[in-house]
């Protein structure tokens, strides 16, 4: 038996209490759950919130949005990855050593039963509930004769036009159909008269078309004129789709939808201007393989088999779906004026430092400021450099944007200072996925309005969240700092849950002026006075600080670590967390997502407690904590513990200083985390999650619906 497949008995055990580790964790199954499969575990939460009978109706068609659209874009990367890992002959096995084919195969078996679990509760519980309240999505076999002639008279005005039949035949070959788009795959055949066949092109059996339902037109289609009644899009045009096809017998027809590969590569080396090859690449993507295809359960094996084998797909790629295709279109629902089957609206409030009058600037002069996002309105980042960019006094902004919205008041406030005779740079990071078209349009804005534009650098993603606002102030200058965990983009800020310091520590803004040199010019900074930086030493501090909690346990010294990210995969830090567990240091992880150590094994990771949560708000915010003996430091940045992060991100980790707000993020933010009953799910041994249930006599705690209300307006 081989080393990466061998059962927890068999490793090598030093004494009868501890297992020696291998030199290296990669291959080891039993150290390591693997990627792919833990992230799928993590989009069953997502799915667990849409059947927790406690969240509101629309509340629960949201999460089950969301599972679809995490899906969507898994399909897009993890899974084209693996599939091009396969085509290539790629012989590379993941952390816990499986081959691509093994990973595909593992995580198809996972999916589908989850799959199966979303339709059966949209189908089950969703829908007839909110049927119940007045809101129906009918079929349209079961509306009247009245309300059928309404719709078609609505098909002919406001679908029929846009509609392109493509069919299949030696002169048209099999067309294509674009990434994440909902078809109606049609069988038609000609109509026999007196024994003659239909003249028209020759037709002489029966052929397969393909339509697009169009995205351009809403997907649920208005019943009448309650405002809160609607058929399918697809059922719609499937009722009249005869007007496509004049002279001809539809058969038959059966939604589908296919998912492509969506992920960009680029040779950095060779890409001369890195703009327009981004943009050249955008091109290619909507030409992506083929990775999935999704096929309503009414429709026959033998179409089934013609649209994968068109499509260069397998059985194994085929999704079967027992009811509507693409989810989220359904979320046309929500934006339903019923606010009682929504959630209460939630409005973030200022910092108290910032409700005093006294400029941002003088508040942040004489302390340093903690956000909260979204309990704290993300309005308090936005007016820090609005007031930036109108102060005569201030000098230069500079500042990184990753992912910033389609309509920023933030980039709109960048091109204001510039065209003021500010000096403005700002680093724009074109290959923030998915926000590619949106960052070079914005990218080019700021250019003409003479910002000076940098896309990301050469070999490296920018994902770091900065803010540098240089002020001149009697006879010296002064900089002040925005440092984040989460991106300047105003919409998902409300649903996101992000930390941000803002201060005027001359040292954090001598790190951060020499963090743009870094961005922005060929400076090789290899030393950072507080600020911790990947790639340059972001992985070694957080080794050493890991290290130094082992020193102090070991000296009878207090010793602690708790870490709240989004991800956790970096084998060399685990390593180090288990040899820390192993040491008897206690080790609590908050991690929403993707978590590929093992916890509670005896021997290698005792001490060490992982828990998730999720819940009306996406946990974002990475809180990195070291008991120290007493002394305790706490760090926020952008940085997951992944090996991107740490070897192939530009990544920016903050020192928290001020005893208060070390109070807050650990007495307040970390402890209540821990200490949630009600959202939070706990990691086994197994890779399984299980619901922290409180008992009768237990405070219940929800840590998101404290925020809500400890943070609330007054």
């Given at each position: 038996?081989s080393?990466?497949?061998?059962?927890?008995?068999?490793?090598?055990?030093?004494?009868?209490?501890?297992?020696?580790?291998?030199?290296?964790?990669?291959?080891?199954?039993?150290?390591?759950?693997?990627?792919?499969?833990?992230?799928?575990?993590?989009?069953?939460?997502?799915?667990?919130?849409?059947?927790?009978?406690?969240?509101?109706?629309?509340?629960?068609?949201?999460?089950?949005?969301?599972?679809?659209?995490?899906?969507?874009?898994?399909?897009?990367?993890?899974?084209?990855?693996?599939?091009?890992?396969?085509?290539?002959?790629?012989?590379?096995?993941?952390?816990?050593?499986?081959?691509?084919?093994?990973?595909?195969?593992?995580?198809?078996?996972?999916?589908?039963?989850?799959?199966?679990?979303?339709?059966?509760?949209?189908?089950?519980?969703?829908?007839?509930?909110?049927?119940?309240?007045?809101?129906?999505?009918?079929?349209?076999?079961?509306?009247?004769?009245?309300?059928?002639?309404?719709?078609?008279?609505?098909?002919i005005?406001?679908?029929?036009?846009?509609?392109?039949?493509?069919?299949?035949?030696?002169?048209?070959?099999?067309?294509?159909?674009?990434?994440?788009?909902?078809?109606?795959?049609?069988?038609?055949?000609?109509?026999?008269?007196?024994?003659?066949?239909?003249?028209?092109?020759?037709?002489?059996?029966?052929?397969?078309?393909?339509?697009?339902?169009?995205?351009?037109?809403?997907?649920?289609?208005?019943?009448?004129?309650?405002?809160?009644?609607?058929?399918?899009?697809?059922?719609?045009?499937?009722?009249?789709?005869?007007?496509?096809?004049?002279?001809?017998?539809?058969?038959?027809?059966?939604?589908?939808?296919?998912?492509?590969?969506?992920?960009?590569?680029?040779?950095?080396?060779?890409?001369?201007?890195?703009?327009?090859?981004?943009?050249?690449?955008l091109?290619?993507?909507?030409?992506?393989?083929?990775?999935r295809?999704?096929?309503?359960?009414?429709?026959?094996?033998?179409?089934?088999?013609?649209?994968?084998?068109?499509?260069h797909?397998?059985?194994?790629?085929?999704?079967?779906?027992?009811?509507?295709?693409?989810?989220?279109?359904?979320?046309?629902?929500?934006?339903?004026?019923?606010?009682?089957?929504?959630?209460?609206?939630?409005?973030?409030?200022?910092?108290?430092?910032?409700?005093?009058?006294e400029?941002?600037?003088?508040?942040?002069?004489?302390?340093?400021?903690?956000?909260?996002?979204?309990?704290?309105?993300?309005?308090?980042?936005?007016?820090?450099?609005?007031?930036?960019?109108?102060?005569?006094?201030?000098?230069?902004?500079?500042?990184?944007?990753?992912?910033?919205?389609?309509?920023?008041?933030?980039v709109?406030?960048?091109?204001?200072?510039?065209?003021?005779?500010?000096?403005?740079?700002?680093?724009?990071?074109?290959?923030?996925?998915?926000?590619?078209?949106?960052?070079?349009?914005?990218?080019?804005?700021?250019?003409?309005?003479?910002?000076?534009?940098?896309?990301?650098?050469?070999?490296?993603?920018?994902?770091?969240?900065l803010?540098?606002?240089?002020?001149?102030?009697?006879?010296?200058?002064r900089?002040?700092?925005?440092?984040?965990?989460?991106?300047?983009?105003?919409?998902?800020?409300?649903?996101y849950?992000?930390?941000?310091?803002?201060?005027?520590?001359?040292?954090?803004?001598?790190?951060?002026?020499?963090?743009?040199?870094?961005?922005?010019?060929?400076?090789?900074?290899?030393?950072?006075?507080?600020?911790?930086?990947?790639?340059?030493?972001?992985?070694?501090?957080?080794?050493?600080?890991?290290?130094?909690?082992v020193?102090?346990?070991?000296?009878?010294?207090?010793?602690?670590?708790?870490?709240k990210?989004?991800?956790?995969?970096?084998?060399?830090?685990?390593?180090?967390?288990?040899?820390?567990?192993?040491?008897?240091?206690?080790?609590?992880?908050?991690?929403?997502?993707?978590?590929?150590?093992?916890?509670?094994?005896?021997?290698?990771?005792?001490?060490?407690?992982?828990?998730?949560?999720?819940?009306?708000?996406?946990?974002?915010?990475?809180?990195?904590y070291?008991?120290?003996?007493?002394?305790?430091?706490?760090?926020?940045?952008?940085?997951?513990?992944?090996?991107?992060?740490?070897?192939?991100?530009v990544?920016?980790?903050?020192?928290?200083?001020?005893?208060?707000?070390?109070?807050?993020?650990?007495?307040?933010?970390?402890?209540?985390?821990?200490?949630?009953?009600?959202?939070?799910?706990?990691?086994?041994?197994?890779?399984?999650?299980?619901?922290?249930?409180?008992?009768?006599?237990?405070?219940?705690?929800?840590s998101?619906?404290?925020?809500?209300?400890?943070?609330?307006?007054?």
């Amino acid at each position: 038996m081989s080393d990466s497949v061998k059962p927890f008995q068999e490793l090598d055990q030093a004494d009868a209490h501890a297992i020696t580790l291998p030199p290296t964790l990669f291959l080891n199954r039993q150290l390591l759950f693997n990627r792919e499969v833990s992230w799928v575990e993590f989009n069953r939460r997502v799915l667990e919130e849409a059947q927790d009978p406690t969240q509101p109706l629309l509340e629960q068609l949201k999460f089950l949005s969301i599972f679809s659209t995490n899906l969507d874009e898994f399909f897009m990367i993890r899974i084209s990855g693996l599939k091009e890992q396969i085509d290539e002959g790629v012989t590379e096995l993941s952390l816990d050593g499986l081959t691509p084919t093994a990973q595909l195969k593992l995580v198809g078996e996972r999916l589908r039963p989850v799959v199966g679990e979303q339709m059966r509760w949209l189908q089950d519980e969703v829908l007839p509930e909110l049927n119940a309240q007045g809101i129906r999505l009918i079929p349209y076999r079961a509306l009247s004769d009245r309300e059928k002639r309404g719709l078609n008279d609505y098909f002919i005005e406001n679908v029929f036009p846009v509609l392109t039949p493509q069919a299949v035949d030696p002169s048209h070959p099999f067309p294509y159909i674009s990434n994440l788009s909902l078809n109606l795959g049609v069988m038609i055949q000609p109509v026999e008269d007196g024994g003659d066949v239909t003249p028209a092109r020759n037709i002489t059996g029966p052929r397969f078309a393909r339509v697009k339902v169009p995205p351009i037109v809403p997907r649920l289609a208005p019943v009448g004129q309650s405002g809160a009644e609607f058929t399918l899009l697809e059922e719609l045009i499937g009722a009249n789709i005869n007007v496509l096809f004049p002279g001809m017998q539809v058969v038959e027809f059966h939604p589908f939808r296919v998912t492509r590969d969506a992920d960009i590569e680029i040779r950095e080396d060779e890409a001369n201007d890195l703009l327009r090859t981004m943009e050249q690449e955008l091109r290619k993507r909507r030409f992506g393989t083929a990775v999935r295809l999704e096929v309503a359960s009414t429709m026959p094996g033998e179409m089934v088999r013609y649209l994968a084998s068109s499509l260069h797909l397998t059985a194994d790629d085929v999704y079967t779906v027992e009811g509507p295709l693409n989810v989220p279109d359904l979320m046309g629902l929500y934006r339903l004026d019923r606010p009682e089957l929504k959630d209460k609206a939630h409005v973030g409030s200022l910092p108290v430092p910032f409700r005093s009058g006294e400029s941002l600037f003088d508040a942040i002069k004489r302390q340093d400021v903690l956000v909260h996002h979204p309990y704290n309105s993300f309005s308090s980042v936005v007016d820090f450099i609005n007031y930036a960019a109108i102060d005569p006094a201030v000098l230069a902004i500079k500042m990184t944007l990753y992912r910033t919205g389609t309509d920023s008041p933030i980039v709109q406030a960048l091109m204001a200072a510039s065209e003021r005779g500010k000096q403005v740079a700002v680093l724009v990071e074109l290959k923030a996925r998915f926000d590619e078209e949106n960052n070079i349009e914005w990218a080019r804005r700021l250019e003409r309005a003479g910002v000076h534009v940098v896309y990301g650098m050469l070999g490296l993603k920018t994902h770091s969240k900065l803010a540098l606002v240089v002020r001149r102030e009697a006879n010296s200058l002064r900089r002040y700092v925005h440092i984040g965990t989460g991106n300047y983009n105003p919409a998902t800020a409300r649903i996101y849950t992000d930390l941000g310091l803002f201060t005027a520590d001359e040292q954090i803004g001598a790190d951060a002026t020499d963090l743009f040199n870094y961005l922005t010019g060929f400076s090789r900074q290899s030393e950072y006075r507080r600020l911790l930086v990947a790639p340059v030493n972001l992985r070694e501090r957080l080794t050493d600080l890991i290290e130094r909690e082992v020193a102090n346990h070991q000296a009878g010294k207090a010793a602690r670590i708790i870490l709240k990210l989004n991800s956790l995969t970096d084998t060399k830090l685990i390593r180090s967390l288990y040899e820390a567990s192993q040491a008897g240091v206690p080790i609590d992880l908050i991690i929403r997502g993707i978590c590929a150590l093992r916890p509670g094994v005896p021997g290698l990771s005792d001490t060490i407690s992982v828990i998730s949560i999720v819940g009306r708000f996406l946990e974002h915010s990475r809180i990195y904590y070291f008991s120290n003996a007493g002394e305790e430091d706490v760090y926020i940045g952008s940085a997951d513990l992944m090996l991107r992060n740490l070897n192939r991100r530009v990544e920016l980790v903050t020192p928290i200083e001020d005893p208060r707000l070390k109070r807050h993020l650990k007495g307040d933010i970390l402890d209540l985390s821990l200490r949630d009953n009600v959202k939070a799910r706990r990691l086994l041994s197994d890779g399984s999650y299980e619901r922290v249930r409180h008992t009768a006599n237990e405070e219940v705690v929800d840590s998101q619906g404290y925020f809500m209300s400890a943070y609330a307006i007054a």
